[in-house]
């Protein structure tokens, strides 16, 4: 099973560009862990942003996308916006083991 | 409307059981793959556990920690979902939310509560 790994934490400001990642222990991420994104802001439930590495959900806005890049997947925000401020958790599949894991999350401010 | 709604949560003592339901409408249940996700208080999310439908065998998968203690299972012609929880620990006590995330399907429960102490 693998360690899921992202940024705590990091600071984005209105308007800008920021690139969360999510590496897996085992090595490196391909589509193959059909990686997901999920936005929880306090208080709510999850919401699914991104699936199967870069397919967006009918309610994310196109400032967020996703992709693979150097081992691990991404989730890039271009274009910040107040409300965009949250946690957001990657999930990785293994397949051949039969796990799912979540990362730790990043908590994303916009200042 | 596209919804689901978890019911069962509560306060049970260490070594208790409980068992969770989650109720589902406005699509079609009996071809999710049905997920449990977890979240204790101030962390991040847990995956839990997933079954996936009968047309696709129905499989049922678990996380570590809650393996031969968690049992995962569905009724179709309710709609529902269930999550047995036994022999249950303090690190147990979370926010359960049930999930339909696969398929590009994006719809999760508000939660119920699960307190595991004495």
């Known amino acids: 099973q693998g360690v899921v790994t992202q940024e705590p934490s990091l600071t984005v400001s209105p308007g800008g560009t920021v690139t969360l990642t999510c590496g897996s222990s085992?090595?490196?991420?391909?589509?193959?862990?059909?990686p997901y994104w999920f936005q929880q802001k306090p208080g709510q439930a999850p919401r699914t942003l991104i699936y199967?590495?870069?397919d967006r959900q009918s309610w994310a806005p196109a400032r967020f996308s996703g992709s693979l890049l150097g081992g691990k997947a991404t989730l890039t925000l271009s274009g910040a916006q107040p409300e965009d401020e949250a946690d957001y958790y990657c999930?990785?599949?293994?397949?051949?083991?039969?796990?799912?894991?979540f990362g730790g999350g990043t908590k994303l401010t916009v200042l | 409307e596209v919804q689901l709604v978890e019911s069962g949560g509560g306060l049970v003592k260490p070594g208790g059981s409980l068992r969770l339901s989650c109720v589902a409408s406005?699509?079609?249940?009996?071809?999710?793959?049905m997920s449990w996700v977890r979240q204790a208080p101030g962390k991040g999310l847990e995956w839990v556990g997933r079954?996936?439908?009968?047309?696709?065998?129905?499989?049922?998968d678990y996380a570590a920690p809650v393996k031969g203690r968690f049992i995962i299972s569905r009724d179709d012609s309710q709609n529902t979902l269930y999550l047995q929880m036994n022999s249950l620990k303090t690190e147990d006590t979370a926010v359960y939310y049930c999930?339909?995330?696969?398929?590009?399907?994006?719809?999760w429960g508000q939660g119920t509560t699960v307190n595991v102490s004495s």
């Open positions: 079954i996936k439908n009968k047309r696709e065998g129905g499989r049922i």
């Open positions: 999930l990785l599949s293994y397949p051949a083991v039969r796990l799912v894991v």
């Open positions: 999930a339909h995330f696969y398929y590009g399907m994006d719809v």
């Open positions: 199967d590495t870069s």
């Open positions: 406005g699509f079609s249940f009996t071809n999710a793959w």
């Open positions: 085992t090595g490196p991420v391909t589509s193959t862990h059909y």
